[in-house]
């Protein structure tokens, strides 16, 4: 179940920057997943939305077990 979750990971790395806000891992831990480390969700969301306004994201406040669905409108 791990490599497949890594390289579930490694697959989304590849397309996009993986933003990661956790009170679980070190910042180090963090880069050394290949992802950016986010001390305060709310004002990096923030400060994204200051720089483009029609910007998309995907919260998954359950990680792995989160099973998200694209929907067009």
Known sequence: QDQ???QILSQIAKKSK????????????????FMFNVPDPQKFINSKIKENENIR?????????TIPILKNN
């Open 18 to 33: 993986i933003n990661l806000y956790t009170e679980g891992l070190s910042g180090k831990e963090i880069k050394n997943a």
């Open 57 to 65: 994201g995907c919260v998954l406040p359950e990680g792995p077990i």
């Open 4 to 6: 497949w979750q890594v």
